[in-house]
């Protein structure tokens, strides 16, 4: 899950949608491509479940107290 620490923001994904997406948009040619997705989308969720902690135990014992680097990046014409 996103999560902007200095603006203690969580950004929800829907996994679901997410599937769909790039199941219809991403077509790999392999014989294994869903089962391929398939694992990668349970990967995501596990790592959110892992975020959560993180954020839980942060929210719990407070936020530390340095600065954290934002850089926009830019990508040939697309700024991020």
């Given at each position: 899950?996103p999560?902007d620490?200095p ?6 994904v829907?996994y679901?949608d997410l599937?769909?997406y790039l199941?219809?948009?991403f077509?790999l040619n392999f014989?294994?491509?869903?089962e ?5 989308i ?7 479940i ?8 942060l929210l719990?014992n407070g ?7 934002q ?8 700024h991020i």
């Open positions: 899950m999560f620490y603006n203690i923001q969580r950004y929800e829907d679901d599937h769909l199941k219809q948009n077509k014989d294994y491509f869903e391929w997705l398939n694992g990668w349970r990967v995501l969720k596990n790592a959110e892992d975020t959560q902690k993180q954020i839980d135990k719990e936020i530390y107290g340095f600065e954290v680097f850089q926009n990046l830019t990508f040939w014409k697309y």
